[in-house]
Nanobody
């Protein structure tokens, strides 16, 4: 079992920055990759960024150059640094853990990010 707890969401003006954190506990050794997803009202959930156990990262085209995913193994925490935020970044952001393959097996409760214009 893996437990994920997100924090760091909030309200920010367009052009601002936020850093989301995801505290990971449980069977951490079994995790293959960590990801950040988001879901806006009326839209499908989408993968924003991911980082593998080897440190490889990938990003959605819409956030490339603005968002950075990173991890601190000593703190068992994954971060999503979000810069140059836009109103279209407004969504609930979820942290997720993958044990194998492309599927994500564990999810956090989500944290709201609202970007005002």
């Amino acid at each position: 079992q893996v437990q994920l707890v997100e924090s760091g969401g909030g309200l920010v003006q367009a052009g601002g920055s936020l850093r989301l954190s995801c505290a990971v506990s449980g069977s951490i050794f079994s995790i293959n990759a960590m990801g950040w997803y988001r879901q806006a009202p009326g839209k499908q959930r989408e993968l924003v960024a991911a980082i593998t156990s080897g440190g490889s990262t990938n990003y959605a085209d819409s956030v490339k150059g603005r968002f950075t995913i990173s991890r601190d193994n000593a703190k068992n925490t994954v971060y999503l640094q979000m810069n140059s935020l836009k109103p279209e970044d407004t969504a609930v952001y979820y942290c997720a853990a993958s044990l194998r393959g492309a599927d994500y097996d564990y999810w956090g409760q989500g944290t709201q990010v609202t970007v005002s214009s």
